[in-house]
């Protein structure tokens, strides 16, 4: 007899950020970082939000960012609840510096490439204060057991 296939995550569709301005949002994902604006709407829960969502050419889940504008609202804590960081892939080392000596022209402040266990990686912050990563795809990690 069969087994019932077992229930999976296949990835990551989509990362949603609170924003105080879709202008500087925009300067940052697109015009920084090359994202394509992939579509202008607003919040399918608060029609009164406005909502970019930022991709790769073809707006493929998995390289989907979404704004939510909401000028208004107090800054946010960290702490338990909150995210620490989001990363994006770069496909190799050669890039990544390539990236942070774009970053520097640009006048955006990130780190230096940082050498971590699995990947290497450069942090910056997007205009709202959330810490973007930008890491090589490194090696596939062997489960622990």
Known sequence: MDEPR???ISGIH???LICESLDRSTA???NLLGMRMVKQTV???DRDARHLIFGDEQ???GTLITCLEYPHLEQGTVGI???HHFALAVESEEELRAWRDYLNAQGAACTEVLDREFSKSVYL???DGHI????TAGAVLTPDA
Do not use: Q
């Open 6 to 8: 077992r229930l999976r």
């Open 14 to 16: 989509h990362i949603t």
């Open 28 to 30: 940052f994902y697109r």
């Open 43 to 45: 919040n399918d829960d």
């Open 59 to 61: 707006g493929a889940p």
């Open 81 to 83: 609840g909150s995210t």
């Open 125 to 127: 912050r997007d205009p």
């Open 132 to 135: 973007v990563e930008l890491a």
